[in-house]
């Protein structure tokens, strides 16, 4: 009984045995609630201690040390921006720049990158608009530029500017460059007969035509892949590729292709007082080419607003040629080949973005440029499209408040009820990748470093060369270019007859000048077609 009762008084109850065992699992989450924060604040330390050591970091990934570079950017740069250990968020110091692609702004380029692309231009605009222009072009991946310089682009503040850049050639038109392309072949050619001995804009093209063709033995001895001819009013815009890159866009041309077209898209303003177009203006009117035909006819009306044609101006694009054998240029807008037709690919999303009239300054900027006469026959002698002579007119007779009239209704877009329409059928867009990347460039400095880091002094021969330029650049008002050809000799014009007689016939065709897109009479024609 003693036994029994010692016995039963040693085995523990039910009630006993679950409380013990509810004891024991509050030990065991309390004990995991507090060695879980304390393991995660020890591996947070270890994390910044390394200094965070995650690949997808943004301040890691475009580190100097960092493998994956934007092109040009130098191993020596500093740093972008230092993070404070105790920010959440990553944001650069607020003294440094915020767009991470700048931090060199020479652009030394790696002798691998491919394919290497330059851009010619024949230009007499300031820096202002050359700098913007350029180091856009830089971003997207070109990586020399051919500048044919007169004017203000020609004056010592300016050039010297210019020739401190890597990349960029500055060629002045001075009176060796005149004789010396006064020799080209092209003045025996046909193709481009048609412009010699006119005024103005037909000037400018046979100008921009013997430029294109230096520009093109300069890309070879460069070393150059591709050749693009660009006014300093247009951008590339690079779309539709993987990435915002016309390098990679034309990286991924197939090799038997020889031309590629960019069909251009017309700046459409908002304001009468832009003084900006890179950063000021987002809305373009598409081409016709990247639009339905049933769209772009049915809008046509609401699209011109009374203008001559669709677009103020041309409307056929420009083009990036591969460098082969033969090359030549045909126009400022094609190039072509002596010894065969090119084989040419049409873009159906990147395209130029034409930056026309989007200044009211340029109504008068274009008149001071041409000494014709403002009546309806005489400035055909001048210019090409509809639209410039009515400008040139306007310009030439009205006033002030007149041209700003006039300005507002033909040029300015401002019935935002219009302007919503044609943007839900397509016919405008907002493009916005300029403007961004334009604003990183301010922001990062880069203007204001290529000025300050150029020579305070030209040498004796470039100064020389570029008064000699202005002079030229001067004279040119009043004299044509194909007049000053007149009476030189003719020993070499023979010696290119001879060559031409071997030469293809395509060399015939006449070269494409700025044409404007399709009128309602093309409509019938392009439907049949």
């Not at 222009?133 to 004056?155: C, D, N, P, Q, R």
């Not at 690079?238 to 991924?252: C, K, T, W």
């Not at 090119?342 to 900027?365: C, G, M, Q, R, W």
């Not at 604003?439 to 300050?452: A, Y």
């Amino acid at each position: 009984m003693a036994g029994g009762l010692y016995s039963s008084s040693l085995r523990p109850s039910p009630m006993a045995s679950s409380s013990s065992s509810h004891t024991s699992f509050a030990s065991k989450l309390l004990l995991l609630l507090t060695l879980l924060p304390l393991t995660l604040a020890a591996f947070a330390f270890v994390l910044q201690w390394r200094g965070g050591g995650v690949d997808d970091d943004p301040v890691s990934r475009w580190s100097p040390e960092a493998s994956h570079k934007f092109p040009g950017m130098d191993n020596t740069s500093p740093p972008l921006a230092t993070v404070a250990r105790s920010d959440c968020v990553l944001l650069p110091d607020t003294s440094s720049p915020s767009f991470p692609y700048y931090r060199d702004w020479k652009y030394s380029f790696e002798s691998d990158l491919k394919p290497k692309i330059c851009i010619t231009t024949s230009t007499s605009a300031g820096l202002e608009q050359i700098l913007p222009w350029m180091f856009y072009h830089k971003v997207i991946g070109v990586t020399t530029f051919f500048l044919f310089v007169e004017g203000k682009a020609a004056s010592p503040s300016v050039s010297k500017v210019l020739e401190s850049i890597p990349g960029v050639k500055v060629v002045y038109r001075t009176r060796e460059l005149e004789e010396q392309q006064a020799k080209s072949r092209i003045w025996n050619e046909t193709w481009l007969s048609s412009f010699f001995y006119k005024p103005c804009n037909y000037e400018l093209f046979v100008k921009q035509s013997l430029n294109m063709e230096m520009a093109i033995v300069m890309a070879r001895d460069s070393g150059v892949d591709w050749i693009i001819h660009l006014d300093t009013d247009e951008l590339m815009h690079p779309a539709g590729g993987r990435e915002y890159s016309l390098r990679q866009l034309l990286h991924d041309v197939p090799e038997n292709v020889d031309m590629v077209v960019f069909p251009n898209y017309e700046s459409s303003v908002e304001r009468d007082d832009i003084k900006e177009p890179f950063t000021e203006v987002s809305m373009f009117k598409k081409n016709y080419d990247h639009l339905p035909k049933d769209t772009y006819f049915g809008m046509y009306k609401e699209s011109t607003r009374g203008n001559p044609n669709y677009f103020l101006t041309y409307g056929n694009g420009k083009s990036a040629a591969r460098i082969q054998d033969h090359l030549r240029p045909n126009g400022a807008h094609r190039w072509h080949n002596y010894r065969k037709s090119p084989n040419e690919i049409k873009l159906e999303e990147a395209a130029v973005l034409h930056y026309t009239y989007a200044k009211f300054s340029d109504l008068t900027s274009r008149r001071d440029r041409c000494g014709c006469k403002p009546t309806k026959e005489d400035v055909k002698r001048c210019f090409m499209l509809e639209f410039d002579r009515s400008a040139f007119i306007i310009a030439s007779t009205a006033t002030e408040e007149e041209m700003l009239t006039w300005y507002r209704e033909h040029v300015v877009w401002t019935d935002k009820t219009i302007n919503n329409k044609l943007l839900k059928k397509g016919i405008l867009t907002r493009i916005y990748a300029p403007m961004a990347i334009m604003q990183g460039l301010r922001e990062s400095g880069v203007f204001r470093s290529v000025i300050e880091s150029a020579p305070t002094t030209l040498s004796r021969d470039k100064f020389l060369a570029s008064i000699e330029s202005s002079n030229s650049s001067r004279a040119s008002a009043s004299q044509s270019l194909p007049s000053r050809k007149m009476g030189r000799s003719e020993v070499s014009h023979a010696t290119n007859r001879r060559v031409l007689e071997s030469t293809d016939s395509s060399i015939h065709e006449v070269a494409v000048s700025p044409l404007p897109p399709p009128g309602m009479d093309d409509e019938l024609m392009l439907m049949e077609a």
